[in-house]
């Protein structure tokens, strides 16, 4: 099992920035990907971005192209969401999540963090 712990979140006004870090330990070896998945109040948790743990290959949701980026630290195990241009619909609950798998499946992932909070004011 890995353990993950996410970190970064907070406050913002529309248009600002925020870096989320996901801290891995544990079976890190057998992560093959690792994504970050968010939910608002009321709604399902969605996919938001991901990324190949070897090569650093990428994916993101059409709500966030342009504005977020993903990236990985090998040596550390942690793993990074940089938020810019951020906007009010962006509030959510943010979870980092690990997976054997090259997926944005929420069931195709076997570990997820705690989450953190993102709150965008306009």
């Known amino acids: 099992q890995v353990q993950l712990v996410e970190s970064g979140g907070g406050l913002v006004q529309a248009g600002g920035s925020l870096r989320l870090s996901c801290a891995a330990s544990?079976?890190?070896?057998?992560?093959?990907?690792m994504a970050w998945f968010r939910q608002a109040p009321g709604k399902e948790r969605e996919f938001v971005a991901r990324?190949?743990?070897?090569?650093?290959?990428?994916d993101y949701a059409d709500s966030v192209k342009g504005r977020f980026t993903i990236s990985r630290d090998g040596a550390k195990n942690t793993m990074y969401l940089q938020m810019n241009s951020l906007k009010p619909e962006d509030t959510a609950v943010y979870y980092c999540?690990?997976?054997?798998?090259?997926?944005?499946?929420?069931?195709?992932?076997?570990?997820w963090g705690q989450g953190t909070q993102v709150t965008v004011s306009s």
């Open positions: 999540a690990a997976s054997r798998f090259f997926t944005s499946a929420p069931t195709d992932f076997g570990s």
């Open positions: 544990g079976r890190t070896f057998s992560t093959y990907a």
């Open positions: 990324i190949r743990w070897s090569g650093g290959r990428t």
